[in-house]
T-cell receptor, first 113, second 109 residues
Framework: SAVISQKPSRDICQRGTSLTIQCQVDSQVTMMFWYRQQPGQSLTLIATANQGSEATYESGFVIDKFPISRPNLTFSTLTVSNMSPEDSSIYLC??????????FGPGTRLTVL | GQNIDQPTEMTATEGAIVQINCTYQTSGFNGLFWYQQHAGEAPTFLSYNVLDGLEEKGRFSSFLSRSKGYSYLLLKELQMKDSASYLCAVDGNNRKLIWGLGTSLAVNP
């Protein structure tokens, strides 16, 4: 399976600021996804990161709040903009491989004060 | 609508067998995943069922009945390290996963 890394692994941020999370994959993949997992909850899909075009956002998530870049088939970024304490969560990127299995990066634990 | 149900919590004893059930109602179905997630870590892939029946992989087995909208994950010879959350997810339309809330399994000595 693909090896996925995320940076930063964790961060503590002040409200009103923005944080960009990077996701790097060791092989080219077509489908990359960004999820949020709030404490004690399951995973919520934020958006699908499309290479060469705008990301596809799920209901309740908008580009102004969560801009996403996907410059090539091995890399993507998610920015959490104008943060509030409600954005405190674990943010995960995942990739889809053959057989439709999704594999996850280690996650970024974000705390907003 | 889309709905996936799993028990919230389960407790079992080291060395025993435990079955974690998952029922689903989704508008599309391509397959069903089970993931394991230890506290503070990312989910890790356990199994993917497309066809009805039981698939065995070491101590873990996964069963699917598409007609009943039902799956279970069977864990044998439980070990303390199996204490984790187990997430059921359906591969629905548009290649998006629909996630259950997860079952928190505690394995006691």
């Amino acid at each position: 399976s693909a090896v996925i890394s995320q940076k930063p692994s964790r961060d503590i941020c002040q409200r009103g600021t923005s944080l960009t999370i990077q996701c790097q994959v060791d092989s080219q993949v077509t489908m990359m996804f960004w999820y949020r997992q709030q404490p004690g909850q399951s995973l919520t899909l934020i958006a699908t990161a499309n290479q060469g075009s705008e990301a596809t956002y799920e209901s309740g998530f908008v580009i102004d709040k969560f801009p996403i870049s996907r410059p090539n088939l091995t890399f993507s970024t998610l920015t959490v903009s104008n943060m509030s304490p409600e954005d405190s969560s674990i943010y995960l990127c995942s990739v889809e491989e053959q057989g439709n299995e999704q594999f996850f990066g280690p996650g970024t634990r974000l705390t907003v004060l | 609508g889309q709905n996936i149900d799993q028990p919230t919590e389960m407790t079992a004893t080291e060395g025993a067998i435990v079955q974690i059930n998952c029922t689903y109602q989704t508008s599309g179905f391509n397959g069903l995943f089970w993931y394991q997630q230890h506290a503070g870590e990312a989910p890790t892939f356990l199994s993917y069922n497309v066809l009805d029946g039981l698939e065995e992989k070491g101590r873990f087995s996964s069963f699917l009945s598409r007609s009943k909208g039902y799956s279970y994950l069977l864990l044998k010879e439980l070990q303390m390290k199996d204490s984790a959350s187990y997430l059921c997810a359906v591969d629905g339309n548009n290649r998006k996963l629909i996630w259950g809330l997860g079952t928190s399994l505690a394995v006691n000595p």
